[in-house]
């Protein structure tokens, strides 16, 4: 019988739509009636294992999964032994240090001394001494932007996203320890048969991420502009230019990165496009 990969995932929480989402879209759809632990997906040979999220680093570095998808805090965190593979793109967040509103703050020395409460104290001990400072930690598992304000400690080291639980306790952010994001892990060895289903996992999840960082764009251009509008586009390759019934005009295609978008927009309006069009891309096999 062939193998299956396993893949561990967050059974429910902050990471488990964008996870089911990312999934879908390279075609392995999660139905989980009865909340079961493990699915077998029918159309990729994997066995999908839902766990809780602190567990997968750990199930991975013992092979009892061959690969997850987690946050890199967590990862970093457990410092197990695995593969880092790929960075996801959800799930975004940073790990932070927080103090009272009202205490001066100029840089990690002020922290000498103090008491941090914290779910990430491995994370947190070595950002420490990395700095040269030497604080107390206390680890505790959850509700940690309240600790100050009960006198439990000094300040806090927390994931933050918006940065509004922090606002809402009286806090602010001084530091930055990492900056996290849902990542593909793997275990450090697989047999040639898991391997090569990994690489062709990541393949396909490699198609869907570029695809949410470009755009297909369209528009009119007047031929004495094509020169011009095709120096502007930053495409994969040369952009498809073909006729209008209009004399004299042409349609130009073209696939332009996310992040360059709106100042390509600019561009192309001043050398002459008109009437664009932009379009989301599903998936971009290269
Ligand atoms: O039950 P299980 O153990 O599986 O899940 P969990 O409760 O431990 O984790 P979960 O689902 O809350 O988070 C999973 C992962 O999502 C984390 O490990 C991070 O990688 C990522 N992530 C992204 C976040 C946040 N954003 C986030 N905002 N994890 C937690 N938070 C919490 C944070 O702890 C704080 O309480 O949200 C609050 C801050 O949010 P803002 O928006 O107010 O700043
Ligand atoms: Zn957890």
């Known amino acids: 019988m062939s193998k299956r990969l396993r893949l561990a995932i967050q059974s429910s929480g902050r990471l488990s739509d964008s996870t089911t989402e990312l999934l879908s879209a390279i075609g392995i759809r999660i139905s989980r009636p009865d909340r079961k632990l493990r699915m077998v997906s029918e159309h990729f040979a994997l066995e999908v294992l839902f766990v809780r999220d602190d567990d997968i680093p750990g199930y991975v570095a013992d092979g009892v999964a061959d690969v997850g998808i987690v946050g890199e805090n967590v990862v970093l965190e457990k410092n197990p032994d695995v593969r880092v593979l790929d960075r996801l793109g959800f799930a975004r967040c940073r790990l932070s240090i927080a103090l009272p509103k009202a205490d001066p703050y100029s840089g990690p020395k002020d922290l000498e001394g103090k008491h941090i409460a914290t779910s990430y104290p491995g994370l947190l001990g070595r950002y420490f001494e990395q700095q040269g400072v030497n604080v107390t930690i206390h680890e505790i598992s959850g509700s940690v932007e309240i600790a100050p304000g009960i006198g439990l400690a000094d300040g806090i080291c927390d994931i933050v996203s918006s940065g509004s639980t922090l606002i809402s306790n009286g806090l602010k952010e001084v530091e930055t320890?990492?900056?996290?994001?849902?990542?593909l892990i793997a275990s450090q060895e697989l047999d040639p048969e898991l391997a090569a289903l990994l690489d062709t996992l990541r393949f396909r999840i490699q198609s869907v991420l570029k695809a949410g960082k470009h755009r297909y764009i369209l528009m009119n251009v007047p031929n004495t502009a094509i020169e011009r509008v095709t120096e502007i586009l930053?495409?994969?390759?040369?952009?498809?230019?073909?006729?209008?019934a209009t004399e004299g005009w042409s349609s130009v295609h073209s696939v332009i990165p996310e992040n360059t978008?709106?100042?390509?927009?600019?561009?192309?309006?001043?050398?002459?496009?008109?009437?664009?069009?932009?379009?989301?891309?599903?998936?971009?096999?290269?």
């Open 261 to 286: 978008f709106w100042d390509v927009i600019d561009s192309l309006k001043e050398a002459g496009a008109e009437g664009m069009l932009v379009i989301p891309i599903e998936k971009m096999v290269l």
């Open 234 to 244: 930053p495409g994969m390759r040369a952009p498809t230019v073909m006729p209008l």
């Open 177 to 183: 320890v990492l900056q996290s994001e849902a990542v």
